[in-house]
């Protein structure tokens, strides 16, 4: 028997692409916004978790100094993800056709200000 052969269509087919409406770019920088605002959120609590296990034990001077240089790390890294975050939320929210709710704006705004909270008190602290 002989076998019937596939016809080889194009894989791009519009339907088999999920249609919402916005631009290609506009998703990207949806995705970037999100990403940045869910990386802050880790580091935040990556920072507060390190910051607790500092204080629950005492641990000695070398140990100590290097997990206040990897929380100050971290603490960096989410003020960059955070300033990133919060600047992208209201070009995202003007881009996009379909925008977030008011209380997922203001949960992202609120965690991208988190890591100047930290530093503040990071900074009364020391």
């Known amino acids: 028997m002989s076998k019937k052969r596939r016809s080889h269509k194009n894989l ?10 916005e631009s290609q770019a506009t998703e990207s920088l949806t995705i970037l916004w999100s990403l940045s605002i869910f990386a802050t959120l880790v580091f935040v609590v990556g920072v507060v978790l390190m910051w607790g296990a500092m204080a ?12 206040y240089a990897f929380s100050d790390l971290l ?5 960059v993800t955070g300033s990133v975050g919060g600047l ?11 925008k977030a709710p008011k209380s997922l ?14 530093v503040v008190i990071a900074m009364a602290g020391r």
């Open 12 to 21: 791009s087919r519009p339907e088999a692409q999920a249609s919402s409406g």
């Open 56 to 67: 629950l034990w005492q641990l000695a001077e070398g140990p100590r100094d290097t997990l």
């Open 75 to 79: 603490l960096f890294t989410a003020v």
């Open 88 to 98: 992208l939320t209201p070009i995202v929210q003007s881009r996009r056709k379909r």
């Open 105 to 118: 704006q203001m949960t992202a705004l609120a965690i991208a200000l988190a890591p100047w909270v930290l």
